[in-house]
């Protein structure tokens, strides 16, 4: 082989390489965390550390939802800017209370937060919810720890009726998943329906034993990021309904009826701000 020919060799395995990283870097790695956060005010980014923020003691007031005529809303208006939420229990990932325009939010940031790792203090979280149960809870949480969810206060089980969210994505290079959980049960299980600004389609997940698979995928959903959006599952036994900004696109029938505990659901370094979590039973 002569010169030329290793030179052009070389120089073409290079611009591989380079372009390789840089695609990585621009879709596949974990987007990082500004100096200034988004959600924060100057002096609160100064002094807040995210994980120690969302997996904070619970000194502060705890906050209720608001609650009439069988809805029960959660507009975190009365949660503190800065602090973890109150009226839902982180399980995986950095939740905190944020501001967006003035408005009160909850806030997941996965940018600081590493894979695999759920929450400080997540034994104390999993006996809260579930009592004697929570040793097989937390065994199927850390299994798939990938996921960050946390679950909605004062809404012991859930069976038919409607949950809606308004959601906005915000940041995240690999995801910004916004999801409803639902049918969480003790020893972790549960399924998830979620859109997604960077792929515009809604899925409906599964977990099982700490598997995740999928069960119903639409694509075509329009969902860009920096805007609000709305999310609603309904569920009627065991027949659920997905909807986007007042659209229907899913409709899927479960293997058994719908029975646990609700909460938000999503993804790796998604940065998304979520909004009026309302449940409505029937």
């Not at 500004?34 to 923020?53: D, G, H, M």
């Not at 389609?201 to 920096?226: A, E, F, I, M």
Request: proline share 4%; hydrophobic share 40%.
């Amino acid at each position: 082989m002569n010169k030329s020919k290793k030179i052009f060799i070389s120089c073409a395995v290079l611009m591989l390489f380079v372009t390789g990283l840089y695609v990585y870097k621009t879709r596949f790695s974990p987007e990082t965390a500004p100096a200034q956060l988004e959600y924060l005010t100057v002096s609160q980014t100064e002094k807040i550390n995210l994980v120690s923020v969302a997996n904070a003691g619970d000194t502060i007031t705890r906050p209720s939802p608001k609650s009439s005529n069988g809805q029960i809303l959660f507009d975190f208006s009365g949660e503190t800017v800065g602090a973890p939420p109150q009226t839902f229990t982180a399980a995986v990932g950095n939740w905190i209370i944020g501001n967006d325009d003035n408005n009160t939010v909850l806030v997941v940031d996965g940018r600081k937060w590493k894979r695999g790792i759920a929450s400080t203090g997540l034994a104390d979280k999993a006996k809260a919810l579930y009592g004697d149960r929570y040793a097989e809870f937390l065994d199927n949480v850390t299994a798939y720890a990938y996921f960050p969810f946390a679950v909605a206060g004062n809404v012991e089980n859930f069976e038919n009726g409607e949950i809606e969210v308004r959601f906005k994505g915000v940041g995240g290079r690999i995801d910004q998943g916004a999801g409803i959980l639902f049918d969480l049960k003790a020893n972790g299980d549960y399924y998830a329906i979620r859109a997604n600004p960077l792929e515009h389609n809604l899925v409906l997940w599964r977990y099982k034993h700490g598997q995740r698979s999928s069960v119903s995928w639409v694509r075509n959903v329009k969902t860009p990021s920096h805007q609000w959006h709305t999310l609603k599952l309904t569920v009627n036994g065991n027949q659920i309904k997905g909807y986007v900004n007042g659209k229907q696109y899913l409709a899927h029938s479960l293997p058994d009826a719908v029975s646990g505990k609700v909460g938000l659901w999503t993804k790796a370094d998604s940065v998304v701000y979520f909004d009026d979590y309302r449940i409505t039973a029937r």
